[in-house]
Nanobody
Framework: QVQLVESGGGLVQPGGSLRLSCAASGFTFSNYIMNWYRQAQGQERELVAGIARSGAWTNYADSAKGRFTISRDNAKNAVDLQMNSLKSEDTGAYYC?????????????WGQGTQVTVSS
């Protein structure tokens, strides 16, 4: 059974930091590009950061560049998102996403999300 379980969300003041973690199971983690998405209330889900299967490249939304860092540990089947200098506009539900193939079949998996609220 495929599972993506996010943790680390919470309430933080502007300028603060949070580290989100995603624990994956049920699929070959190293075959999948891993992403973090954010969905603010009333808005569409948007890509925040992504990382290659090997970790060789990363990409970030313009709003996240210089403040967020995505990393992965294929031995632990985990992907993290370190978020610094948080702003109120970073508020939203953060979702872990896996995109890749198993047995030649393209799959996409989602976690249940973890809420991040940036407020004073």
């Amino acid at each position: 059974q495929v599972q993506l379980v996010e943790s680390g969300g919470g309430l933080v003041q502007p300028g603060g930091s949070l580290r989100l973690s995603c624990a994956a199971s049920g699929f070959t983690f190293s075959n999948y590009i891993m992403n973090w998405y954010r969905q603010a209330q009333g808005q569409e889900r948007e890509l925040v950061a992504g990382i290659a299967r090997s970790g060789a490249w990363t990409n970030y939304a313009d709003s996240a560049k210089g403040r967020f860092t995505i990393s992965r540990d294929n031995a632990k089947n985990a992907v993290d998102l370190q978020m610094n200098s948080l702003k109120s506009e970073d508020t939203g539900a953060y979702y872990c996403n896996a995109h890749g193939t198993t047995g030649g079949i393209l799959n996409e998996y989602w976690g249940q999300g973890t809420q991040v609220t940036v407020s004073s």
